[in-house]
């Protein structure tokens, strides 16, 4: 009744699945879950995802009855400006909210990611005689997740790992936005789930005892995540607007709340009514929470000393932390011949997860091509405590994975792909994104460098819109030693996720002892090379590959007596960060002439280059042909440069 009050009241929501999962929530919260309300970051919490986040009144109501840190008042003020009970749940908004949903299937993409990440922690750190890692993740899912094509590819991951800490409720309730499902989905969802190797139970959904008996039979599975598919009915109570889609996304109507009261034997005035009995009932959380978690402090005590250095190990992790001096693991390449980004990422890697053991990293089958393979670290699903995530070409599931093992706020992920690739895991990156989380996402094959694999694998737009993502930070290194620097950005940076754009052919390293140090690229952009006086006549700017091309351009350029600055930009989104001296320094508003160059999609340049600058981009699609074809026929030469320079200086 507090989810039909409360969208009633805003005029705006989903009373129905609410309203169809009342009973399951009840006996998850005040019985089967162990959590502490008080504490929404006790570390063994058991997480509960609603991956059906259009029912956001029910996790709401959950929250505010059992005692976290959300008032009836919030309730009050759902969906509207500055309240803690957005439309959809949010992670870092809400108290007690385990992560963003909303779009369908990502919250079931990333339980998959916590039970991953539930796996790795108790391998490292349980011993026979200690398990202070063991939770579960609850899951409440509808047709909408299961259509969703990233279920698919994350089910059959869980199955496959043998992710038994997974208990996943399926609100087999019939219905969809457009009317009963039957109109497009007609698959056995049971026969769909044990394919995918899951323990299927099937109950009616206001059944407590047999919800009751069918999570301890998911909890007595060792080798399988388990789904129970709950009979239930959209709308539960309301007269007319049961087993109905337009219980789905929209009020109830007065008139209907009012006969929905009378049949449920519910008082019609006040809204948002809470009898003292029941609230006293579901606050048994509060003193609950606080007995398990002090049960597992006073456990994690005995562990500390008996396990000093796992223990010390732990608490230097929580948080996500870094080890003092952990940068000095990061490969020297200032020796280094041409080398390829993606190479170069591939030894700072394996340098850094040598004393970075919360650093997991996975590819989507492209371990090899992506350098994101941990050498003697094992693989995970198959060595205790592997490391190495193998993901199979799954870049949606990987997505979603990612941000899992990051919501267990002690482990950093990372997981490779192809750069054209990542519009399979957009979804997922826009989320972690959203809940500003440290993903790190090593994208390479980054242009139309990546030559005779053509237009289908050669990513144009991609560059223009993550940039375009809020709190997205994207990181193109021009060499080996900003490769380093890019490393150091993504480890410790929290703003939001990160993209490592790298290459696959191999580009020239930098002479530091020359140029300015790889270490002002800190800053997103930084004056490599520059004109005798540092007055230049002409400013060339690049990112990756594109900037050793600018490099010929500025040699030949200076030979002949055109004064020019090189800057590279690692991050347009650092830069601007940067205050306002810093960045007329790297580009004074009194140099009109500037060119930029960089294999991409032309967009956003503008603001870089002003109103006389010259973009040296892409306008169409890439082609199939050797590197060096490539980047001749699209432009990005020196020779093409200087063209285009003498031409502005005219």
């Known amino acids: 009744m507090l989810a039909v009050d409360a969208v009633e009241k805003a005029q705006s929501g989903h009373p129905g699945t609410p309203m169809e999962a009342a009973a399951i929530a009840y006996e998850?919260?005040?019985?089967?879950?162990?959590?502490?309300?008080?504490?929404?970051?006790?570390?063994?919490?058991?997480?509960?995802?609603?991956?059906?986040?259009?029912?956001?009144?029910l996790l709401y109501s959950m929250l505010y009855l059992t005692g976290y840190d959300l008032s009836l008042d919030q309730i009050r003020l759902f969906r509207q400006w500055g309240s803690q009970t957005a439309g959809h749940p949010e992670y870092g908004h809400t108290a007690g909210v385990e992560t963003t949903t909303g779009p369908l299937g990502q919250g079931f993409a990333t339980g998959v990611g916590m039970a991953v990440a539930e796996r790795y922690l108790a391998d490292l750190f349980n011993r026979p005689d200690h398990r202070i890692v063991d939770y579960y993740i609850y899951a409440y899912c509808s047709d909408g997740d299961l259509m969703e094509g990233v279920s698919s590819e994350a089910g059959s991951f869980a199955g496959h790992h043998h992710l038994n800490k997974l208990i996943y409720i399926y609100s087999d309730n019939h219905i969809t936005i457009d009317g009963e499902t039957d109109l497009t989905f007609s698959e056995n969802v049971r026969g769909r789930f044990e394919a995918?190797?899951?323990?299927?139970?099937?109950?009616?959904?206001?059944?407590?005892?047999?919800?009751?008996?069918?999570?301890?039979?998911?909890?007595?599975?060792?080798?399988?995540?388990s789904m129970?598919?709950?009979?239930?009915?959209?709308?539960?109570?309301?007269?007319?607007?049961?087993d109905k889609s337009v219980a789905h996304g929209a009020p109830l109507g007065a008139d209907e709340v009012k006969r929905t009261k009378d049949n449920l034997g519910w008082p019609q005035e006040p809204a948002f009514y809470v009898p003292e009995e029941a609230l006293k009932h579901f606050r048994k959380a509060l003193e609950r929470g606080?007995?398990?978690?002090?049960?597992?402090?006073?456990?994690?005590?005995?562990?500390?000393?008996?396990?000093?250095?796992?223990?010390?190990?732990?608490?230097?992790?929580?948080?996500?932390?870094?080890?003092?001096?952990?940068?000095?693991?990061?490969?020297?390449?200032?020796k280094e011949k041409p080398i390829a980004t993606r190479a170069a990422s591939g030894k700072i890697l394996n340098g850094i997860a040598n004393v970075l053991p919360n650093l997991i990293v996975g590819s989507a089958d492209l371990a090899e091509s992506t350098n994101t393979w941990l050498k003697d670290k094992g693989s995970f699903g198959k060595d205790p405590g592997g490391r190495n995530i193998h993901f199979g070409i799954r870049e949606h599931c990987m997505g979603g994975v990612l941000n899992g093992i990051a919501l267990s706020e002690m482990l950093i992920p990372a997981g490779g792909t192809f750069f054209i690739f990542s519009d399979y895991m957009r979804p997922a990156m826009r989320i972690a994104s959203l809940m500003k989380?440290?993903?790190?996402?090593?994208?390479?094959?980054?242009?139309?460098?990546?030559?005779?694999?053509?237009?289908?694998?050669?990513?144009?737009?991609?560059?223009?819109s993550f940039r375009a993502m809020p709190n997205m930070t994207v990181l193109r290194p021009a060499d080996a030693t900003e490769t380093a620097v890019a490393w150091e950005i993504a480890l410790s940076r929290r703003k939001g996720p990160v993209c490592l754009v790298l290459t696959r052919q191999k580009l020239p390293v930098i002479d530091r002892s020359r140029f300015a140090p790889a270490e002002n690229a800190k800053k997103g952009a930084y004056i490599v090379a520059d004109a005798p006086d540092q007055k230049p006549d002409i400013i060339l700017m690049a990112t990756g590959s594109e900037v050793s091309v600018i490099f010929s351009a500025y040699e030949k350029l200076t030979a002949e007596g055109i004064k020019t600055r090189v800057v590279s930009f690692l991050s347009w989104e650092i830069f601007d960060e940067q205050p306002q001296e810093y960045r007329e320094q790297v580009l004074p508003a009194s140099i009109g002439a500037r060119i930029s160059v960089e294999a991409a999609a032309k967009f956003g340049w503008e603001r870089y280059v002003g109103n006389r600058g010259i973009i040296i981009g892409m306008n169409t699609f890439g082609a199939s042909a050797p590197v060096e074809a490539n980047m001749e026929k699209f432009g990005f030469t020196p020779e093409n440069v200087i063209a285009k320079a003498k031409a502005l200086l005219l």
């Open 28 to 57: 998850l919260w005040t019985d089967l879950m162990r959590y502490s309300p008080t504490n929404p970051h006790w570390p063994n919490r058991d997480r509960f995802i609603l991956s059906a986040g259009h029912a956001s009144m």
């Open 196 to 225: 995918f190797n899951w323990f299927v139970q099937n109950i009616e959904g206001n059944d407590r005892n047999a919800l009751r008996k069918a999570i301890e039979q998911a909890k007595a599975q060792k080798e399988r995540p």
């Open 228 to 242: 129970i598919i709950a009979r239930t009915h959209i709308g539960f109570g309301s007269p007319g607007k049961h």
């Open 290 to 334: 606080k007995q398990l978690e002090q049960e597992w402090k006073t456990q994690f005590e005995a562990y500390s000393q008996k396990y000093p250095e796992l223990a010390n190990l732990w608490r230097s992790i929580t948080g996500g932390k870094l080890p003092d001096g952990w940068q000095k693991s990061i490969p020297d390449f200032s």
């Open 437 to 464: 989380l440290n993903t790190i996402y090593i994208l390479t094959h980054d242009s139309i460098g990546l030559g005779e694999d053509g237009p289908t694998h050669q990513p144009v737009e991609h560059l223009a």
